[in-house]
Nanobody, 117 residues
Framework: QVQLAESGGGLVQAGGSLRLSCAAS????????MGWYRQAPGNQRELVAL???????VYADSVKGRFTISRDSAKNTVSLSMNSLKPEDTAVYYC???????????WGQGTQVTVSS
């Protein structure tokens, strides 16, 4: 059993910052990648950022230069620092972990981020 515990969502004004964190626990081995996705009302879930086991990162074009993903491999945690937030960043943010040569895929329960204009 794998659990992903997310924290750090909330309400912030445009231009502000938030930091999301996700801690993975349970029967986890050889994490391949960790990351964040988001889903706004009426939209499909979309990629925000990924960080791979070797440290490489991928970002959605819409967040490049504003968001930074980081990982603590020893603690199986992943964080997302979000700066210069915009109202269009409003969404439920989901933590995602893949491991076992990408054979296992788990999601967190989601945390709401609301950016007011």
């Amino acid at each position: 059993q794998v659990q992903l515990a997310e924290s750090g969502g909330g309400l912030v004004q445009a231009g502000g910052s938030l930091r999301l964190s996700c801690a993975a626990s349970g029967s986890i081995f050889s994490i391949d990648r960790m990351g964040w996705y988001r889903q706004a009302p009426g939209n499909q879930r979309e990629l925000v950022a990924l960080i791979f086991s070797g440290g490489s990162t991928v970002y959605a074009d819409s967040v490049k230069g504003r968001f930074t993903i980081s990982r603590d491999s020893a603690k199986n945690t992943v964080s997302l620092s979000m700066n210069s937030l915009k109202p269009e960043d409003t969404a439920v943010y989901y933590c995602n972990v893949m491991f076992g040569s990408f054979s296992r895929n788990y999601w967190g329960q989601g945390t709401q981020v609301t950016v007011s204009s």
